[in-house]
């Protein structure tokens, strides 16, 4: 996704401050802004899916969108140059988690059609394998992995 840079801004205010109202998020800006051109940046972030507006007339507040902070680009380098205590992480597992991913496009078009692709090669790569053969090497596999993921 491309934001412009005052969305960006908008998007880092709710990061550091979730839920606040329009009036909050014009003050956080520092920057003078018409109330029309801060309605249509904060309704294209809505439409984007990158924020949540809930309320009604006066009562609206905004927050950052649970999908994009799943899928927001996160710079590695920058995340493990910090100690480890100053690291932005969630304290809470986040349970709203699967039905987002479930109701999200993980892939593009690409990466499917490469996934595809690749278990197409693996099926036919097996096909003749026998059962007792493939069970062993899965077990293997199985086993590596449950060492290497502790």
């Known amino acids: 996704m491309k934001f412009t840079y005052r969305q960006q801004k908008i998007i880092e205010i709710l990061k550091n401050h979730p839920n606040v109202s329009i009036s909050e998020i014009r003050d956080f800006l ?7 051109t801060l309605n249509r940046d904060l309704a294209k972030l809505v439409e984007l899916s ?35 205590d100053f690291r932005n992480g969630n304290k809470h597992f986040n349970n709203e988690i699967f039905s987002v991913i479930e109701d999200s496009q993980l ?28 069970q062993k090497e899965l077990e293997r596999l199985t086993i590596d992995l449950s060492w290497k993921s502790s």
């Open 30 to 36: 520092n920057e003078d802004i018409s109330q029309p």
């Open 107 to 134: 892939f593009s078009t690409e990466e499917e059609k490469y996934l595809v692709a690749i278990k197409d090669k693996y099926s036919k790569n097996i096909k003749d394998i026998p059962v007792t053969i493939y």
């Open 50 to 84: 990158a924020i949540e507006k809930t309320g009604k007339a006066r009562a609206i507040r905004y927050r950052l969108s649970t999908g994009f902070m799943l899928f927001e680009p996160i710079d590695l380098d920058e995340y493990f140059a910090k100690e480890i």
